[in-house]
């Protein structure tokens, strides 16, 4: 078996401070988005890929691809959308197998008082207290990391 170089002291304070982001973020943006428009992280995440897709409509494991989430998670999300009026889901008039999620008008409103949120949130708690250029080098590697960990370029 081959020989693994241990992580450098650098590397590995680099990748506790990612751990404990990765851990706190969300948690911190998801009560945030809660207490502001009583929407989930989950729930702006799935928004957000609606009105970014093409008629603001994606079959359900699209839809779950762009949000990182299981099938039977986006399936419980969108029912939940849909139960408050933020969402839609129809069969597939393509094939008639599998569903599609829409936007509703409601949603597109809910989605663009959530965005200022997000904003203001994530700017609060991490870009006031990084500069751009910092930001602009950190983005360009987490970046590269994130697309060779998905398997793309």
Do not use: C
């Amino acid at each position: 078996m081959a020989t693994v170089e241990p992580l450098s002291a650098a590397e590995d304070d680099f990748w506790r401070a990612l751990m404990r982001i990765m851990l706190s973020l969300p948690r911190q943006l998801d009560r945030e988005l809660r207490l502001a428009v009583d929407v989930t992280s989950n729930e702006y995440v799935t928004l957000m890929s609606l009105a970014e897709a093409p008629s603001s409509q994606l079959r359900m494991n699209d839809l779950a691809r762009s949000a990182s989430l299981s099938a039977s998670r986006m399936t419980r999300v969108v029912e939940e959308l849909q139960a408050r009026g933020l969402a839609t889901k129809r069969a597939s008039v393509e094939d008639g197998r599998g569903n599609v999620a829409g936007l509703t008008p409601a949603g597109r409103a809910k989605l663009e008082a959530a965005r200022w949120v997000h904003s203001s949130t994530m700017r609060a708690l991490v870009f006031d207290h990084v500069d751009r250029a910092t930001a602009k080098d950190a983005s360009r590697v987490l970046r590269e990391i994130a697309e060779r960990l998905q398997g793309g370029s």
